[in-house]
């Protein structure tokens, strides 16, 4: 039963933009509300490591290697989330992951092409 859903991966050219996104379908809308959530990426053959997160309200952190090219946000009443991605480079390639505490999506891949 999926619990998180990301869409909108695909592949870019390096110095061109993306927006990922996750939604929250199961969640019930006060609960989606309290939750921190995170976007998480894996490259190939590399640990899984955080990109960005989101509290509700909507405080947000951010990598170092994505601040000031990366936002994260949300949409309380949609369940969603998105990370809208600028300014990509061919390392940030990988696949993207939507969480909030144990729980994970499928990710989606998103590529960046040099």
């Known amino acids: 039963q999926v619990q998180l859903m990301e869409s909108g991966g695909g592949l870019v050219q390096a110095g061109g933009s993306l927006r990922v996104s996750c939604k929250a379908p199961?969640?019930?809308?006060?609960?989606?509300?309290?939750?921190?959530m995170n976007w998480y990426r894996q490259a190939p053959g590399k640990q899984r490591e955080f990109v960005a997160s989101?509290?509700?309200?909507?405080?947000?952190n951010y990598a170092d290697s994505v601040k000031c090219r990366f936002i994260i946000s949300r949409d309380n009443s949609r369940k969603m989330i998105w990370l809208q991605m600028s300014g990509l480079k061919p390392e940030d390639t990988g696949v993207y992951y939507c969480n909030r505490k144990a729980v994970w999506g499928q990710g989606t891949q998103v590529t960046v092409s040099s």
């Open positions: 199961r969640d019930i809308l006060s609960v989606f509300n309290s939750y921190v």
């Open positions: 989101i509290t509700s309200p909507h405080t947000t």
